[in-house]
């Protein structure tokens, strides 16, 4: 089973959007796929429990819970092909997977660069995930990539993350790939953007997924 956590050390930055989509998409790709909600909100319990893909008797499973750390163990791991997990930024989610030394995560940030306090903090906390990784080369990998939660145009969006993190000299995180604003009335649910679906396929692919 892969694990795909989404985490941010920020609010608002687009975490449970990203997860939802992911574990709804992997699931209409026919992926088994566990959805771990750790985000205080359930908002993305709440949204995949309502769609067809989840529904029970299908492979795919939603896990709610409530833990300090970040579980390092799923039981009835086997029976998936990916655990798609949301937090909140209560986790330190690079210290907990570094500590239980594990190997396999791939962890993604969405970063809002129309968020002008995200954009000076996220990065500073981000370095000293980077130096972590990069002493810990079997362990957890992260990548980070602008999510337009604001609209606004997507190409300047990048543009001005890629700055943000070239300040601290950690622009060797940024996936190429820019999700763009989706302007749907089914949020969390987003994927019936055009744009917005073929940006998150992007993305996973940059992943290697
Ligand atoms: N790509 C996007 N297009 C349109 N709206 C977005 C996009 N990403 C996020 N949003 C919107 O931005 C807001 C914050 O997104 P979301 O709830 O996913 O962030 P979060 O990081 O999980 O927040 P929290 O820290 O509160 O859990 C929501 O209203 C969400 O619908
Ligand atoms: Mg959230």
Not at 185 to 192: C, D, K, M, Q, V
Request: no cysteine.
């Amino acid at each position: 089973m892969i694990k795909i956590m989404i985490n941010t050390p920020k609010g608002g930055v687009g975490k449970t959007t990203t997860a939802t989509n992911i574990a709804l998409l992997l699931a209409k790709r026919g992926q088994r796929v566990l959805a771990v909600d750790l985000a205080g909100g359930l908002l993305m319990s709440q949204a995949l429990a309502q769609t067809p893909e989840f529904a029970a008797g299908t492979g795919n499973k939603i896990d709610s819970r409530e833990t300090e750390a970040v579980p390092t163990r799923f039981p009835g791991s086997s029976n998936f092909d990916y655990a798609v997990i949301d937090t909140d930024d209560s986790y330190t989610v690079f210290e907990d997977l570094l500590r239980a030394d594990q190997n396999g995560w791939r962890v993604i940030s969405p970063i809002n660069p129309l968020d002008q306090v995200g954009l000076i903090r996220i990065p500073h906390e981000l370095r000293g995930v980077a130096v972590g990784a990069y002493l810990s080369p079997n362990g957890p990998k992260m990548k980070v990539f602008a999510n337009m939660a604001y609209p606004g145009d997507a190409t300047e969006g990048a543009t001005i993350l890629r700055n943000a993190l070239s300040i601290e000299g950690i622009e060797v995180l940024m996936l190429t790939t820019t999700v763009p604003y989706a302007s749907t009335t089914s949020a969390p649910i987003r994927l019936s953007d055009a744009a917005y679906n073929t940006a998150l396929n992007n993305l996973l692919a940059e992943i290697g997924i």
